[in-house]
């Protein structure tokens, strides 16, 4: 006797002509995945390494500038003096473009609230006009047929003497 598939799908997928899938790993995990964030770490800290080490070069360039007449407190100076300035054009750059980002943005909402405003208008006027056409057509026949039985009530009761 021949011994058959435990699995019916198996043998439907192999008599159609389709391959049965490779068996599947038992960890979930590959060995070969990094913890999420690992080659950003890695960036940002070669990063700060890069730009370390131009500060150190471009002050030791800077030093080696200065007259021979100056002293050292006199180069460190000047050297400092520079690096504020550039540090401020630097900021008076980056204000600019937050300032013109903010322009950006202010105009994008303005874009977008105007035309929602104007839809929750008529919104508004909807439900108004709703409001008034119930309060016309459901409750004031109501309220003016409740007022007359109560005024028949006290009619029989004034003749009725109770």
């Known amino acids: 006797m021949e011994e058959t598939s435990t699995k019916p799908d198996e043998s ?3 008599a159609a002509g389709f391959e049965a899938a490779p068996p599947t ?3 979930s995990l590959p060995e ?3 913890e999420p964030g690992g080659k950003t770490k890695l960036y940002a800290v070669l990063g700060a ?8 070069a471009i002050t030791g360039g800077l ?6 007449n100056q002293s050292a ?3 460190l100076r000047d050297i400092a003096v520079i690096y504020i300035v550039l540090t401020s054009m630097i900021i008076v750059v980056l204000l600019g473009a937050a300032t013109a980002a903010l322009i950006y943005l202010v105009m994008q909402i303005k ?3 105007i035309p929602l405003l104007q839809e929750t208008s008529a919104t508004v006027n ?8 119930m309060t016309d057509e459901a409750v004031k026949p109501i309220i003016s047929a409740a007022g007359k039985m109560a005024q028949w009530r006290a009619m029989v009761k004034v003749i009725s003497g109770r």
């Open 111 to 113: 874009n977008q609230v």
């Open 49 to 56: 390494l890069v730009l370390i080490l131009l500060f150190v």
């Open 63 to 68: 030093y080696m500038l200065g007259d021979d």
């Open 12 to 14: 439907a997928a192999q």
């Open 73 to 75: 407190l006199e180069r």
């Open 126 to 133: 909807r439900v108004r006009g709703t409001t008034e056409f």
């Open 32 to 34: 070969n995945i990094e």
């Open 25 to 27: 790993a038992t960890s």
